[in-house]
């Protein structure tokens, strides 16, 4: 009777202790740049420049999972800023971490200024600048932060996530870039994606490629998630809050 008592209590005592293993709260920190604080999906956090939003998919995560987060990330990041102002909030017990960087070191907005404004051939030069950019300098201000992450997160499951195409060729836009540019831009996108995809599987980090859950949902599509040119100027070309919850949520969870 004694010895089936005591087996009884230990049994017991270790379901407990998985029990609060499987509970314990996700440490999560979302590094990056715009598209991770959620410039453009508006229900701002606070007044600050970074543009934290209440529908950019890491607060999304945060609330749904439970998981505690320290967001981090914030408009018009580049590797620099990353290391200098976000990663000191990683240590040993972050468990998961997101990160999305590169578009703005690239140039991503001067892409955009000489295409909307340069014509074709302007948007080509600055497309074909900003690609070879990605391709040759890029990898080392990647593999720079990727190295500080898991150095100071050894612990963490980091989700690198990529950036969407931003038109659907064809579609339904009249006026504004032609195809041709639009073009140029979507393939600038595709190396910009291919380099910080290869640079996270060096890490040994999971790359989650957002450009299938925005296939359908493009500017010029009948149902974009992204802004075109708008007001605020720094807000066109990024997600919408639909595009938070319905492209960045789910990809990002599937890489988790």
């Not at 998919?57 to 945060?62: E, F, G, L, R, T």
């Not at 749904?64 to 967001?71: H, I, N, P």
């Not at 100071?152 to 009249?174: D, M, Q, R, T």
Request: glycine letters at 10%.
């Amino acid at each position: 009777m004694l010895r089936t008592l005591v087996v009884s209590v230990v049994a017991c005592v270790a379901t407990l202790g998985f029990a609060g293993v499987a509970q314990a709260a996700t440490n999560y920190v979302a590094l990056g740049d715009s598209y991770s604080s959620g410039v453009g999906a508006g229900s701002y956090l606070d007044s600050s420049s970074c543009k934290r939003s209440a529908n950019a998919y890491p607060y999304q995560y945060a609330q749904s999972s439970g998981a505690s987060l320290s967001f981090q990330a914030c408009s018009g990041a580049k590797t620099s800023d990353v290391l200098n102002n976000q990663v000191g909030a990683l240590n040993s017990s972050t468990s998961l971490v997101s990160i999305t960087i590169g578009g703005n070191d690239a140039g991503f907005s001067n892409v955009m200024t000489n295409c909307v404004l340069g014509g074709d051939s302007a948007c080509k030069t600055a497309v074909t600048s900003a690609e070879n950019y990605a391709q040759t300098t890029l990898p080392g201000l990647l593999d720079n932060v990727y190295r500080t992450i898991k150095s100071k997160a050894p612990n963490a499951h980091v989700v690198v996530l990529g950036y969407p195409h931003f038109y659907k060729i064809g579609g339904s836009c009249v006026v504004g870039l032609s195809d041709t540019a639009r073009g140029y831009i979507n393939g600038g996108a595709d190396v910009l994606n291919t380099v910080i995809s290869k640079e996270a599987s060096n890490a040994g980090f999971t790359f989650a490629d957002v450009r299938p859950a925005f296939t359908g949902h493009e500017i010029c599509s009948s149902s974009s998630w992204l802004h075109s040119l708008t007001w605020p100027i720094d807000e066109s070309y990024h997600p919408t809050a639909t595009g938070q919850k319905s492209g960045y949520l789910p990809t990002f969870k599937t890489g988790i």
